[in-house]
């Protein structure tokens, strides 16, 4: 009996990765392209209702699969300040952020700094490669 448990553990795990594989793959590896809800993104890939796959996600990630994905954002746009190629618009743009007020909000609560402190402090630590 202990096996059928294992199978749905299973299945629901795998499930979860899945997840995570999506929402990584939209954050991390495509530019503004996509402008479908991400609800109906999983919904649609995963074949299951939305509902049942937050449910589960927040079951045992601990978790709303909405902060995961603001999360996976917020680590791009760490990512992308320390490359300092971007503007923050440009870096708002193409995370579909609907304004550069709301990314930089929405930075802060996450991390406690703002865009420009958090990319002040991570200059002030770079060396210059013949200071090294």
Same mark, same amino acid.
Request: proline content about 2%.
């Given at each position: 009996?202990?096996?059928?448990?294992?199978l749905?553990?299973d299945k629901?795990?795998r499930?979860? +990765?899945?997840i995570k *594989?999506? %929402?990584?793959?939209l954050?991390h590896? &495509?530019?503004? #392209?996509?402008k479908t809800?991400?609800?109906e993104?999983?919904?649609?890939?995963?074949?299951?209702d939305y509902?049942?796959?937050?449910?589960?996600?927040? +079951?045992v990630e601990g *978790?709303? %699969?909405?902060k995961?994905?603001i999360? &996976?954002k917020i #680590?791009k746009?760490?990512?992308l300040l320390v490359?300092?190629?971007l503007?923050?618009?440009?870096?708002a743009?193409r995370?579909?952020y609907?304004?550069?007020?709301y990314?930089?909000?929405?930075f802060k609560?996450?991390?406690?700094?703002?865009?420009?402190?958090f990319?002040n402090?991570?200059?002030?630590?770079r060396?210059?490669?013949?200071?090294?």
């Amino acid at each position: 009996m202990a096996l059928g448990f294992e199978l749905i553990d299973d299945k629901k795990s795998r499930l979860i +990765e899945q997840i995570k *594989t999506i %929402i990584i793959d939209l954050v991390h590896h &495509q530019d503004n #392209e996509n402008k479908t809800k991400l609800s109906e993104m999983l919904s649609s890939k995963l074949l299951h209702d939305y509902n049942y796959l937050s449910n589960l996600f927040s +079951e045992v990630e601990g *978790t709303t %699969i909405e902060k995961y994905f603001i999360a &996976q954002k917020i #680590e791009k746009v760490k990512e992308l300040l320390v490359y300092d190629e971007l503007s923050l618009s440009e870096i708002a743009f193409r995370l579909n952020y609907s304004s550069v007020a709301y990314l930089s909000n929405q930075f802060k609560k996450i991390t406690g700094l703002s865009p420009s402190h958090f990319k002040n402090i991570r200059k002030d630590r770079r060396k210059p490669l013949d200071e090294v």
